[in-house]
Structure formats: C-alpha cells, structure tokens
C-alpha cells in the first residue's frame, strides 16, 4: 500500500486518499490493471535479478553476480521507460483535456538516498507555495518523471561499475543499488496513486483514448551491461 502523507481537508471535499479507496468502474479499473500490472511484472524481474545478485555476491561468485547486476539495471530501464511513457500520457491528456486531479507532495522521509530525498522537498515545497491545483498537479508529474530518469541512470552506473570492474569502492555500488532500488519503488507507488487519481477524473468518453494509448509497448533496446572476466573470479 503506497505511503500518503495527507493532509485534513474540509467535511465533503475529496481528497486523494478517497480517490485511492475508491473503486474504479469497470472499464477504467481494467485500464489501471493493465498498466499497473505490466509496471508491477518488471519491477518484480527487477528485484529477483538484483536479489540473486546479491546472494551470489555473499557465495563469492562474482562473474555470476556481476551478470545478475547487469541483467537488473537492464530491467530497469524498461520500467523506468514504461513509468515515463505513462506519466507522459497522463500529463499530455492533462494539458489537451484539462483533465486534472489532485495530488500530495512527495515526502522526503519515503526516501532513502539524497538524489530522491533532494526532489521530494523541492518538490514539497513547492506544493505548499503553488496557488492552482492545475500548477501542483504539473508540478508532481515533472518531480516524479525527473526523480525516475536520475535514479534510473545512478542505478545503470552503479550496475555498469559493477559489471566492468572499474570501480574502487564496490561495496558502495552495491549499496547504491539497494537504496536506488528501494526509491525507484516508491516512485513507482506514487505514479499508481497519480494514475488511479487521474482515471477517477477523466470522463468516460475520454477513456478509449487512453486505453489507446496506453497499451503494451515493445520493449525499449535497453543498453546491455556486461561483466568483465578475470582469472580469479567464480
């Protein structure tokens, strides 16, 4: 269950929580199950890869773990490309429809590494010196779509460092790649709060044109990252 840090509002008045509890009606809630299904399978590859890495890094296994490194950070850039791709459509129908919802500022303290942490206050901040409702909900959209791209490339770097063997602190790598992790999911979790918000507000006639839209996509060339061999390694 994503983290919503909200605030009171006035008896009547909706609020982004109402909008999370709420049902979707059929159509919309087989579009939300669609697109938050494909995120949630790559987000789980993703994870798999990065924990056998990780178990295979305790073994001393070192040319395996660094193929397991490299297969995640792949991953994760088809989910990063997939969470881009949606808030893109999300933000393009806002502006073409002035189809808005509501949304909550990101919260620092859902974070762990400073990348994240440094966006959701701005991003907070933000919020709270915004006047419109229209100018929030823009706002957030950039926050996260910002948010995913950099933690997306420190996770590729670190994978990459890792891979090649170029780096002179590797244990810090492979801790980056936990906390990039573990931020990447909860910007995940934002964008289906914002997703499930924005499927509550548009009108009904407007929902083919997202479906449209929003259906499955090849997947993106990802970079591949592999490994160098040694001698020594296992």
């Known amino acids: 269950m994503p983290f919503l840090g909200i605030k009171k509002r006035a008896p009547g008045s909706r609020s982004v929580r109402d909008d999370w509890a709420a049902w979707l009606p059929t159509e919309k809630g ?19 890869s990065l924990n056998e890495a990780i178990t295979l890094l305790g073994q001393a296994k070192l040319v395996r773990a660094r ?6 950070a792949v991953l994760l850039e088809r989910l990063a490309a997939e969470l881009l791709r949606v808030l893109r459509i999300v933000e393009e129908h806002g502006r073409h429809f002035g189809t808005l919802t509501l ?7 859902n974070f762990q590494g400073e990348t994240a942490k440094r966006a959701a206050a701005w991003n907070s901040l933000l919020h709270h010196v915004l006047l419109s409702g229209r100018s929030r909900f ?31 602190q590797p244990m810090a790598c ?18 289906r709060v914002v997703l499930k918000s924005f499927l509550h507000a548009i009108p009904e006639k407007e929902l083919d044109r997202i479906r449209a839209k929003v259906g499955p996509k090849p997947p993106v060339a990802a970079r591949p990252v592999r490994p160098r061999y040694s001698r020594t390694a296992s």
């Open 103 to 109: 949304v909550e500022p990101l919260n620092p303290d």
């Open 138 to 168: 823009f706002h957030k959209l950039r926050a996260l779509s910002e948010t995913v791209e950099q933690l997306t490339a420190e996770f590729y770097k670190a994978a990459e460092d890792i891979a090649e063997g170029t780096t002179i």
């Open 67 to 72: 193929l397991f490194v490299g297969n995640s």
């Open 174 to 191: 492979w801790e980056a790649l936990v906390s990039l992790h573990y931020d990447l999911n909860t910007c995940l979790q934002e964008s």
């Open 30 to 48: 087989r579009v939300f199950e669609e697109i938050t299904g494909r995120w949630d399978t790559t987000y789980a590859m993703v994870g798999v």
